[in-house]
C-alpha cells in the first residue's frame, strides 16, 4: 500500500483516529495535510512527528462546517503541494442527548459539522479527486449509523446519511476511475470513549464478538487500504469495522 506522490487531506487529524490516519497514510509515502479548528498545538505536534519519521506534512486551520474556511484551506493545501488525490472526512462532533430533550441547536451543531462539513470538503476537492489517476473519497462512519444508539439520534443521522452520500459520489465519480467509499468503525479505544462511563463500556464490549475495543490502528490500516491503488475496483462500500458487532 505505497502512497508516495498521493496528496492526502485528513480532516480533523490532530487527535484521536484523525491523528492516526495521518500519520498511517504520511508512513506509507503520502504528502498528508492536517486539518484541525482550534487544536493548532496538537496538530503541529501530529506534523512534527510526521516529519520526524521523514514525511511531508502541514497542518491547515478549518472550520469544516464554514464553507469559506474549507475555500481557504484548499488553496493553502494546493500552494503546499498541489492537487489532492485523497479526501480523508473524519471530522465529526457529538451533542449527546436523549430526543425529548435534545434542542434544535443539539440537533443543527452535530448535522453542520458531520453531514455539512463533508458536504463542504467534498465540494472544494471533489474536482480535484475526479481529476487524479488515482482519486480517493474516504468518509469515516460509524457503527452507531448502522444501529442507532441511544441519546444519539443526532449523530447516527449524520452517521448514516453517510452512506447514501458516499454511493451517490461513487457513481457520479466512477466513469472517471476515481472510488468514494465508507469506513464504519465500531467502539475506538479514544479520549472521547474514556469519557463514557465504565458501566456502560463494559455494557458494549458485551456486544462485541470480539471481546474488545478496536485500537486506532485497526482503523488506520482500512483507510490506508482504501486509499491506495489496491482498492481501486471497490467503490460506493460501507465498510464496518466493529469487531463482528450485528446490524
Not at 47 to 72: H, K, L, T
Not at 107 to 117: A, F, M, S
Request: glycine fraction near 10%; aromatic fraction near 6%.
Amino acid at each position: 500500500m505505497n502512497l508516495e506522490g498521493q496528496t492526502c487531506v485528513v480532516t480533523g487529524s490532530s487527535r484521536g483516529i484523525g491523528k492516526g490516519i495521518a500519520e498511517d497514510l504520511a508512513g506509507r509515502g503520502a504528502d498528508v495535510v492536517v486539518n484541525y479548528r482550534s487544536s493548532a498545538a496538537e496538530a503541529r505536534a501530529v506534523v512534527e512527528s510526521i516529519e520526524d519519521e521523514g514525511g511531508r506534512a502541514v497542518a491547515a486551520q478549518a472550520d469544516v462546517s464554514d464553507f469559506e474556511d474549507v475555500q481557504a484551506m484548499r488553496e493553502e493545501v494546493v500552494d503546499a503541494f498541489g492537487s489532492v488525490d485523497v479526501l480523508v472526512n473524519n471530522a465529526g462532533v457529538t451533542v449527546d442527548k436523549k430526543f425529548e430533550h435534545m434542542t434544535r441547536d443539539d440537533w443543527d451543531t452535530v448535522i453542520d459539522v458531520n453531514l455539512g462539513g463533508v458536504y463542504n470538503c467534498t465540494k472544494a476537492f471533489f474536482d480535484d479527486i475526479k481529476e487524479s489517476r488515482h482519486g480517493r473519497l474516504v468518509n469515516i462512519s460509524s457503527v452507531v449509523g448502522q444501529q442507532g444508539n441511544y441519546g444519539q439520534a443526532n449523530y447516527a443521522t449524520t452517521k448514516s446519511g453517510l452512506f447514501g452520500f458516499t454511493r451517490t459520489i461513487a457513481l457520479e465519480m466512477a466513469a472517471s476511475g476515481s472510488t468514494a467509499n465508507c469506513i464504519a468503525p465500531g467502539f475506538v479505544e479514544t479520549d472521547m470513549l474514556e469519557e463514557v462511563p465504565e458501566r456502560v463500556q463494559e455494557k458494549i464490549l458485551r456486544e462485541i464478538p470480539l471481546d474488545r475495543f478496536a485500537t486506532v490502528e485497526d482503523i488506520c490500516g482500512i483507510v490506508s487500504f482504501v486509499a491506495s491503488e489496491e482498492s481501486s475496483y471497490m467503490t460506493g462500500q460501507v465498510i464496518g469495522v466493529n469487531g463482528g458487532m450485528e446490524w
